[in-house]
């Protein structure tokens, strides 16, 4: 049998949506028993601040730990987050929060971050705590969150977690 050509315009519609969504899958991981596991003795003072230049004024000016959440901010607020990445710094976090706003600008640096940041820009959320003074530093703070949470955007998991997540 001879397949037919589709006639233009035939189901576009349709192929267009699918292929919207299809642009969308991201794989999270959902792993109740890393949750469980993660021990961060420290109070964490988390502030949500919508990603964009207005904010910036807001953003503490210590170091400490952050991510990046996808919130869809429907239904009366429904409270649904998507964490996409975990990071820190020994640097202020509005300074940080800067070069990530520059980052998004600017066609060189890592790509997988420009472009989620990007396409979902008016749905990104910086949220972040100060981690100073304490015992343990932020980037001990953002190792146990990486194992906990494993973040699509992270390219540098910690040993023990990239071995499990390059087994899928």
Same mark, same amino acid.
């Given at each position: 049998?001879?397949s037919q050509p589709v006639?233009? $315009?035939?189901?576009?519609?349709?192929?267009?949506?699918?292929?919207?969504?299809?642009?969308?899958?991201?794989?999270?991981? +959902?792993?109740?028993?890393?949750?469980?596991?993660?021990?961060?003795?420290?109070? +964490?003072?988390?502030?949500?601040?919508?990603?964009?230049?207005? /904010?910036?004024?807001?953003?503490?000016?210590?170091? $400490?730990?952050?991510?990046?959440?996808?919130?869809?901010? +429907?239904?009366?607020?429904?409270?649904?987050?998507?964490?996409?990445?975990?990071?820190? /710094?020994?640097?202020?976090l509005r300074d940080r929060?800067?070069?990530y706003l520059q980052e998004?600008?600017?066609? /060189?640096?890592?790509?997988?971050?420009?472009?989620? +940041?990007?396409?979902?820009? $008016?749905?990104?959320?910086?949220?972040?705590?100060?981690?100073?003074?304490? =015992?343990? /530093?932020?980037?001990?703070? *953002?190792?146990?969150?990486?194992?906990?949470?494993?973040?699509?955007?992270?390219?540098?998991? =910690?040993? *023990?977690?990239?071995?499990?997540?390059?087994?899928?």
């Amino acid at each position: 049998m001879i397949s037919q050509p589709v006639p233009n $315009g035939a189901n576009n519609a349709f192929v267009d949506i699918v292929s919207d969504a299809k642009s969308h899958i991201v794989q999270l991981i +959902l792993w109740p028993c890393r949750w469980q596991q993660c021990h961060i003795n420290l109070h +964490l003072n988390w502030q949500v601040f919508e990603f964009n230049p207005q /904010t910036i004024n807001a953003i503490p000016t210590e170091p $400490g730990v952050y991510a990046f959440l996808i919130q869809p901010r +429907l239904a009366s607020n429904l409270d649904a987050s998507y964490l996409m990445y975990i990071g820190k /710094t020994d640097r202020p976090l509005r300074d940080r929060y800067q070069e990530y706003l520059q980052e998004i600008m600017k066609s /060189t640096g890592r790509p997988k971050i420009a472009f989620t +940041l990007s396409q979902y820009y $008016g749905f990104i959320y910086f949220s972040c705590a100060p981690v100073v003074n304490q =015992p343990i /530093t932020p980037a001990n703070v *953002e190792d146990e969150l990486l194992k906990a949470f494993m973040p699509p955007m992270n390219d540098q998991l =910690p040993a *023990e977690v990239r071995r499990i997540v390059n087994a899928f």
